[in-house]
């Protein structure tokens, strides 16, 4: 969904999917209909939607789109396999900054690591040079990002780490231990607004817990 507006997007998904896997349909709630259609090459795995672009996550390949109006292939990103659809993208653009700064993160081609364009960068048809953050020594299981794009969480399939980088400079800012035994964490998020907290979504056998982290920053 898109911020608190009416547009909402699906993939079509199960055992009866009523839409193909790689489609992406846009609806409109208000209007009750289907208002636009985006055909990709390969299964889509994830959507992500900022007021002025859409971005459909595939497995090799991540499409960005210009959105709403005038909905047209901005490019596309080569990425390594990709099977949990990971990527996300800053939602605001932070009031004191001089210089635009709309942030997709995504894994990297190196075990572990994770990569990032500014797609205030990018012109028709190219993208800027991704930078790379070697973030961990196992696969990633999650990322998020804060919604001014200025820390950027992630955690590996292992799941007793979670890393929070400064996404300007590159560096980590502080590690979170979750627990000493492994588990399969299926979502990170920060809390709006200023106030760094984070949400981890772990499940185990047999249990699904949230865990929740303040975290306190010291800027020197």
Partial sequence: MLFRTNLIAFVGGGTKPRFPDNVVMVYDDKQGEFVMEVSLPE????????????????????????????CQRLFSVTTKDNPRGLCELSTHRLPSSSETSELMVFPGFKTGSLQ??????????????????????S?????????????????SVK?????????????????????????????????????????????????????????VLLVR
């Fill in 159 to 215: 799941g007793t780490l979670i890393r929070i980088w400064d996404a300007s400079r590159k560096i980590k800012l502080v590690e979170l231990r979750r627990g000493s035994d492994p588990a399969t964490l299926y979502c990170l998020n920060f809390s709006p607004g200023d106030e760094c907290k984070l949400k981890v979504l772990q499940i185990y056998p047999s249990i699904i817990e949230f865990i929740f982290f303040r975290v």
């Fill in 139 to 155: 696969e990633l299981s999650c990322l998020a990002i804060n919604m001014h794009g200025t820390m950027i969480a992630s955690a």
């Fill in 43 to 70: 299964s889509v795995l994830a959507v992500r939607m900022k007021r002025d672009k859409l971005v459909a996550v595939c497995r090799s390949q991540i499409h960005v789109f210009a959105f709403p109006n005038r």
């Fill in 116 to 137: 990032i364009i500014n797609l205030a960068t990018t012109e028709h048809h190219t993208s800027s040079a991704p930078v790379t953050i070697n973030a961990h020594q």
